[in-house]
C-alpha cells in the first residue's frame, strides 16, 4: 500500500529539516520561504521490534519492513487559497496524500526569521487551516448549486446530501476543519470526490529547542489548548536533535546519544508509528527462510484482502490462511513446534486480520 502523509507548515518551522531526518531523500533547508519548490518524496521505514524477533526466530535471508512515504510539501503562506506564493502548488500537493503532518514552530532563535514576526503556534496553525478551509468553502459551494436544483425536484438522496453539505458549509464557515464533524459515514459520499483537504487526518508536530523537549514550553501549551476540541496529537520533538540522532548507524551509539537527552526513542519514531496508527493502518507477517516480511493494511480488513496485498492472485483464488500468534511462536520457536503443539489456527475468508499475526495463505487460481 503507497501511503503518503504530507509534512506542511509555514516557512522556516523545520518541514524540510525534519524531512532530512526521516529520509534519505536531502531536501534543501535554508532560512528563507520556498525553498522547496517541488515536493521531495522519502520512503520512511515503519519501525517494528516484532521483526527482529522473528528474524531470530527464522534466520531468513532477508527482512522486509514495511514503509511510509512522507512528502516535504511548499511551505504556506496567507493567501494561499488565492494562488499567493505557492499557493496552487501547495493545494494540489496536500490534496494527493491520505495525512497531513503538521508542524509548528515552538522556539524562539533570533537568527532564524519568522514569516509573521513573531513566534504564535496559535497563529501559525491558524494561517494554514483557514487557508484549507477556503479552498474547501469553495468546493462544497459549488457542489450545492450543482445537487440544489436535484433536491428541489424531490429527489430524497439529493436532499440528504444537500443537509450534509450545507453542515459541512456552515462548519467551514465557522473556522472549523471538516475533520472536527461528526458525520455518518454513509453521509460523507458525497464529499468523496471533493477531497477536502481539511477532512484529511493529521497531527501536530511541536518543533521546540533543545531545552522544552522534555518538559515543552508555553507554545506547546497553547498549540494543545487549540487542538483539543480536534482530538488531534502533538508530538513534541526538536528537529535539530532529531537530524543528529537520524545520523547514527550504530544501535548502541544512538541509544547512548538518546539517554543524553533522557529519550528512551527518537521523536522520529514516534511520529513515525502516530501517523501509521493515524492512517488506521495495522501489520501482519509472513516468515520464511527466504524472507521475514511486514505487510501494510487498514485495520479490519478480511484474510482475503490481506492476501491481496502480497499479489491479487492470493485474493483471488483465496483458500484459507493459517495464522500464527508472535507470543506462541515465541514459545515453540518454530513453525513445526507450533502445529504440533495445535497453535496454528486454519482462517477462511471471514477472518478478520489482527495487528501482529504471522500469516501463510492457500490459493489457488
Request: no cysteine; net charge negative.
Given at each position: 500500500m503507497a501511503l503518503q502523509c504530507g509534512i506542511v507548515g509555514l516557512p522556516n518551522v523545520g518541514k524540510s529539516t525534519l524531512f532530512n531526518a526521516l529520509s534519505s531523500a536531502k531536501a534543501e533547508a535554508a532560512n528563507f520561504p520556498f525553498c522547496t519548490i517541488e515536493p521531495n518524496v522519502g520512503v520512511v521505514t515503519v519501525p517494528d521490534n516484532r521483526l527482529q524477533i522473528l528474524e531470530k526466530l527464522v534466520?531468513?535471508?532477508?527482512?522486509?519492513?514495511?514503509?511510509?512515504?512522507?512528502?516535504?510539501?511548499a511551505g504556506l503562506v496567507k493567501g494561499a487559497s488565492k494562488g499567493e506564493g505557492l499557493g496552487n502548488k501547495f493545494l494540489a500537493n496536500i490534496r494527493e496524500v491520505d495525512a497531513v503532518i503538521h508542524v509548528i514552530r515552538c522556539f524562539e532563535d533570533e537568527n532564524i526569521i519568522h514569516v509573521a514576526g513573531g513566534v504564535d503556534p496559535v497563529f501559525d496553525k491558524e494561517v494554514i487551516d483557514t487557508e484549507l478551509q477556503l479552498k474547501d468553502l469553495e468546493s462544497v459551494e459549488k457542489k450545492i448549486q450543482r445537487i440544489e436544483k436535484v433536491a428541489k425536484s424531490g429527489d430524497a438522496r439529493a436532499k440528504k446530501d444537500l443537509e450534509t453539505l450545507l453542515l459541512f458549509k456552515q462548519a467551514l464557515n465557522e473556522g472549523k476543519n471538516a475533520r472536527a464533524l461528526e458525520v455518518d459515514k454513509d453521509d460523507l459520499e458525497v464529499l468523496r470526490d471533493l477531497h477536502l483537504l481539511t477532512i484529511k487526518p493529521v497531527i501536530y508536530v511541536a518543533n521546540v529547542d533543545e531545552a522544552s523537549l522534555l518538559t515543552g514550553n508555553k507554545f506547546v501549551d497553547s498549540l494543545r489548548e487549540k487542538v483539543k476540541e480536534e482530538n488531534a496529537d502533538v508530538i513534541i520533538l526538536c528537529a535539530a536533535i532529531e537530524s543528529q540522532i537520524a545520523e547514527f548507524e550504530d544501535l548502541e551509539e544512538k541509544a547512548m546519544f538518546l539517554s543524553e537527552y533522557g529519550l528512551d526513542e527518537s521523536g522520529l519514531n514516534k511520529l513515525i508509528s502516530g501517523a501509521y496508527s493515524l492512517l488506521n493502518l495495522i501489520t501482519y507477517f509472513t516468515a520464511g527462510v527466504q524472507e521475514v516480511r511486514a505487510w501494510t493494511i487498514k485495520k479490519g480488513w478480511k484474510a482475503p484482502q490481506a492476501a491481496g496485498v502480497i499479489h491479487t492472485d492470493f485474493e483471488r483464488g483465496?483458500?484459507?490462511?493459517?495464522v500464527i500468534k508472535l507470543a506462541e511462536y515465541q514459545q515453540f520457536k518454530t513453525e513445526a513446534g507450533c502445529r504440533e503443539n495445535?497453535?496454528?489456527?486454519?482462517?477462511?475468508k471471514e477472518y478478520v486480520v489482527q495487528d501482529g499475526d504471522i500469516m501463510h495463505f492457500r490459493f489457488n487460481v
Open positions: 534466520n531468513p535471508q532477508r527482512v522486509l519492513p514495511t514503509v511510509i512515504e512522507f512528502v516535504d510539501i483465496f483458500i484459507k490462511a493459517e495445535g497453535k496454528i489456527s486454519i482462517e477462511g
